[in-house]
């Protein structure tokens, strides 16, 4: 079946795969929890099932048979599927007995060779995740992804293609999978709610807070973390409305990445109901937006960006999330945009 969400990158590949213009490396991109291996077993078992993913032939029970994404308590450094032509690579145990953090170059040295041989049916190879290879993996791929053979289909899966280099990303077709705030995408998630706890809150709200992702606004409700988002989208909102109120945020402490992150949703939320000139759903919202302007909103969103950018640095994030508050606590009333200092450091 495929996810609601998935559908417009799904249409982009069956354009692909009717027009037979399935490339030799496919990349498959999209932010954590997306979806992207559940995208990719279908893709293959459309490829490879000669009966329209029936789920009953030799072909299909042995792909559902393949679990790659549990980890092993013994080094590997590919695995094979229980369908012949297909392998898997991904960070696994190393010799040392803990879990790598890379694909390393041996991986990648393993998977090539392994496509190497010539093959009558079409043979698959998937990396997951692309972006965890070390340079030496990468510039090893790459020479495979530079002479692509017959009947051969790599296929990439990254969460972020800035840590891919260049050289992968111009071999390779993407397909990208959206996050999603749709109907459809709220329904889904709804259906998977038991109804007792359904009452509690708005499923919409909750797509929101997981930034569109489904899946990761499941994991949110089983721990609490969308009723502590719930608290620091209130309280950034009471703060907007009375400044006074920034002197109250210890809910944010440790958790200044997360509260950025509501922030710019927030802001975002917040210009997209300014341009379609129409009151959105959140009514403290509402309120707040009526009173900024579309400069200064702009500028605090590109700022809350950088600010997230950061948090991959060794910034004090407890005085950026700081400095971004104090303007937007003034967004009501400003009449000139400050320039935020603690930027110029980095
Ligand atoms: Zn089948």
């Given amino acids: 079946m495929i996810l609601p969400w998935h559908q417009k990158a799904s249409e982009k590949l069956d354009k692909m795969i009717e027009q037979n213009h399935l490339p030799h490396a496919l990349l498959i991109t999209g932010v954590e929890k997306i979806g992207k291996f559940d995208f990719t077993q279908n893709l293959i078992q459309r490829l490879l099932c000669n009966n329209s993913s029936c789920g009953e032939c030799e072909i299909c029970k042995a792909l559902n048979n393949d679990d790659p994404k549990i980890e092993l308590d013994y080094s590997a450094l590919i695995r094979r599927s229980h369908y012949p032509n297909l392998i898997y690579c991904r960070t696994e145990l190393n010799d040392s007995g803990s879990m790598s953090k890379d ?5 990648i040295r393993a998977f090539c060779e392994s ?15 692309a972006d965890q290879m070390n340079n030496n993996a990468a510039n090893s791929l790459l020479k495979t992804l530079e002479e692509p053979r017959k009947n051969t289909l790599i296929i990439l899966l990254a969460h972020n293609i800035d840590r891919l280099p260049m050289t992968i990303l111009s071999r390779c077709q993407t397909i990208h999978i959206s996050p999603s705030y749709d109907q459809e995408a709220a329904q889904w998630l709804g259906n998977q ?22 899946h990761k606004a499941l994991e949110d409700l089983q721990g609490d973390y969308f009723f502590r988002y719930q608290g620091w989208q209130n ?38 109901i300014k341009i379609l000139n129409h009151d959105g759903a959140n009514l403290e919202l509402n309120k707040v937006i009526e009173k900024a302007s579309f400069n200064h909103l702009f500028k605090l969103l590109d700022d809350t960006n950088r600010a997230i950018s950061l948090s991959q640095t060794t910034v004090n994030m407890k005085l950026l999330l700081d400095n971004v508050l104090v303007v937007w606590s003034h967004i009501t009333n400003l009449n000139k945009y400050p320039a935020i200092t603690h930027f110029q450091e980095y």
């Fill in 115 to 129: 496509l190497g041989k010539t093959a009558d049916t079409l043979q698959i190879g998937v990396i997951f995740y």
């Fill in 235 to 272: 309280l950034l909102l009471e703060i907007a409305v009375t400044p006074t109120k920034i002197s109250e945020t210890e809910i944010f402490s440790d958790n200044e990445l997360d509260v950025l992150k509501c922030l710019q949703h927030l802001i975002s939320e917040g210009i997209k």
């Fill in 193 to 214: 709610i038991d109804e007792n706890s359904r009452q509690d809150f708005d499923v919409m709200q909750l797509l929101e807070g997981a930034h569109g992702v489904p």
């Fill in 103 to 107: 694909i390393r170059v041996d991986q």
